[in-house]
């Protein structure tokens, strides 16, 4: 084994190369890839699988040093867990870790995730790739049993979030858009991607929780069984219409001349029930994790995308409000929340034009 460190993540001890990635999208600096900032997705997918029912089985299908599925196995009670991943190195560490933490539910697994899911089924399936999800997630939908839970992550946010636009086209079949809902956009291409897989194999699929954070889109999907349910998953895709000069937005269920962005996913990204469920008590990051949870537990969750506090400025020529009072005097009219794209953007049910006069009235150029 290369030169290692052992690091403590949540209530699991983990060996890795100490020579590793601390922020961003990361470098592979060794063989065998850990980025300390992936702490907070790792505590998750802890806290929502510790939300359902014990006895179920995970594949990490690309698990690396093994750090994720060291946690689940060790900090998620009833788990039994493989991880799995085609690099021989990764192994070694998978061991340590499996040693380390005295984990009796932790299997390594050392195959071509293709073949792995050609072979087993899991409960929850987790596919966490240095880069694009796209060439895996057919695979990991055969490898998710029967109402199983999909967890995808994808790292390619340039593509996604319209930076490199035909690149996005050729992964994921879909127009992005730029600008302040690229983001949102970003997670809702992933989702959308996953759903027109899912149909292919007469399945469709519930979104339990998904957002967009640091340098990746994640995305956790219990999946529903037959024709009728993919047909059902299907009808909630759509296409956008964005008007960078006025800020009108419009989703439609088909293509036209107007509406040429997307397909994207234009259904919930959340579940409340599992949110409620979750607890941040033991993880890595409490204090990031009791954030987000209570921004996504009240967030408005609908196809109407975010807007933000610095289009609303660009556009209207008024100095914007703070977010606080911006989405409280939206409350007065109709439905509003912040949301967990930016810290400046908002989501509300309330025409553009009630939201540009709200603006204006809140905006504190207003009261000079």
């Not at 460190?5 to 470098?27: A, C, Q, R």
């Not at 967990?340 to 049910?349: G, N, V, Y």
Request: aromatic letters at 6%; glycine letters at 8%; proline letters at 6%.
């Amino acid at each position: 084994m290369t030169k290692n460190v052992v690091v403590k993540e949540g209530g699991t001890l983990l060996s890795v190369p100490s020579e590793h990635s601390s922020g961003g999208p990361g470098k592979k600096n060794s063989e065998i890839f850990f980025n300390e900032q992936m702490a907070f997705n790792r505590d998750v997918s802890v806290m929502l699988l510790r939300s359902l029912s014990p006895g179920i089985t995970v594949a990490d299908a690309m698990t690396a040093t093994g750090a994720r599925a060291a946690r689940i196995a060790n900090e998620v009670p009833g788990t039994e867990v493989t991880a799995n991943d085609i690099n021989p190195g990764s192994m070694e560490y998978v061991r340590k870790n499996i040693e380390l933490n005295g984990l009796g539910n932790c299997t390594p697994s050392n195959k071509d995730l293709h073949i792995l899911f050609s072979e087993h089924a899991f409960g929850y399936v987790d596919l966490d790739p240095f880069g694009s999800p796209a060439p895996f997630i057919q695979s990991a939908i055969r490898g998710c049993s029967r109402k199983g839970i999909l967890a995808i992550t994808a790292t390619d946010t340039a593509p996604l979030a319209g930076a490199h636009s035909a690149k996005c086209r050729r992964r994921y079949q879909s127009e992005p858009v730029r600008g302040y809902m690229c983001h949102e956009g970003g997670l809702r291409i992933l989702m959308c991607t996953i759903a027109r897989e899912l149909a292919k194999f007469d399945r469709g699929m519930s979104p339990m929780l998904s957002f967009s954070a640091d340098h990746y889109y994640r995305t956790y999907v219990r999946v529903t069984e037959g024709a009728e349910a993919a047909d059902r998953t299907l009808s909630q895709l759509g296409y956008m219409r964005y008007d960078t000069r006025t800020m009108e937005r419009s989703i439609s269920s088909r293509p036209d001349e107007m509406h040429r962005l997307g397909p994207f996913w234009t259904g919930n990204l959340h579940d409340p029930e599992i949110l409620n469920g979750m607890s941040p008590e033991g993880m890595a990051d409490e204090r990031r994790c009791s954030k987000m949870l209570e921004l996504w537990r009240r967030e408005i969750d609908s196809e109407v995308f975010v807007y933000d506090l610095s289009e609303l400025s660009s556009h209207i020529k008024m100095s914007p409000p703070k977010i606080e009072i911006m989405v409280d005097a939206l409350c007065q009219h109709g439905k509003a929340s912040r949301t967990h794209m930016s810290p400046t953007s908002f989501k509300t049910d309330l025409p553009l034009s009630e939201i540009i006069d709200v603006y204006r009235s809140s905006s504190p150029d207003a009261r000079r």
